[in-house]
Antibody
Framework: QVQLQQWGAGLLKPSETLSLTCAVY????????WTWIRQPPGKGLEWIGE???????NYNPSLKSRVTISVDTSKNQFSLKLSSATAADTAVYYC?????WGQGTLVTVSS | DVVMTQSPLSLPVTLGQPASISCRSS???????????LNWFQQRPGQSPRRLIY???NRDSGVPDRFSGSGSGTDFTLKISRVEAEDVGVYYC?????????FGQGTKLEIK
């Protein structure tokens, strides 16, 4: 059974870099798109981007200039970095692969 | 970008009655391999989203058979044959054919 477990800082100041990591347990790490999605409080889901096991990425153009998604195949982990954070980036961030989702991490950006 | 439009946005349903959610895309979701990458997710209050349906009509493991998906091209539907109390939550369609991937606005199902 595939499980995704994510972690990272939950409180940032404006202009800081958001950093989250997602570890994958069970199943193969190769052959899939590993995805980050976010959900502002009380709002809908927004696709941030994805990475393959070989490091190929696709990003949402609305965030592309600030987003980096990377992969560490030796640890079966993938990571999200979002630079120059503002209050608009406050959201629950999820890592996901198809039907499998992490537990979500609430990230709050506030001075 | 592909815009996904769901209706209705609010869906009050009596227990045991059927429910239906529509999802329309601004472009065809048929991929070059012939498959249509349209998924449905359920998000119960306070939980991570759960995928119910993939590639239009395929139920994920453990999903009750009262959930069904249909459609083609740009027009898709999620149906619940008989709503149960545990079905309360927000339902999202999501397209996985084009980049960037995109979600519908969500449909909030509540018990009348």
């Amino acid at each position: 059974q595939v499980q995704l477990q994510q972690w990272g800082a939950g409180l940032l100041k404006p202009s800081e870099t958001l950093s989250l990591t997602c570890a994958v347990y069970g199943g193969s790490f190769s052959g899939y798109y590993w995805t980050w999605i976010r959900q502002p409080p009380g709002k809908g889901l927004e696709w941030i981007g994805e990475v393959t096991h070989s490091g190929n990425t696709n990003y949402n153009p609305s965030l592309k200039s600030r987003v980096t998604i990377s992969v560490d195949t030796s640890k079966n982990q993938f990571s999200l970095k979002l630079s120059s954070a503002t209050a608009a980036d406050t959201a629950v961030y999820y890592c996901a692969r198809d039907a499998y989702w992490g537990q979500g991490t609430l990230v709050t950006v506030s001075s | 970008d592909v815009v996904m439009t769901q209706s209705p946005l609010s869906l009050p349903v009596t227990l045991g009655q059927p429910a239906s959610i529509s999802c329309r895309s601004s472009q065809s979701l048929v991929y070059s391999d012939g498959d249509t990458y349209l998924n449905w997710f359920q998000q119960r209050p306070g939980q991570s989203p759960r995928r119910l349906i993939y590639k239009v009509s395929n139920r994920d493991s453990g999903v009750p058979d009262r959930f069904s998906g249909s459609g083609s091209g740009t027009d898709f539907t999620l149906k619940i044959s008989r709503v149960e109390a545990e079905d309360v939550g927000v339902y999202y369609c999501m397209q996985g054919t084009h980049w960037p991937r995109s979600f519908g606005q969500g449909t909030k199902l509540e018990i009348k």
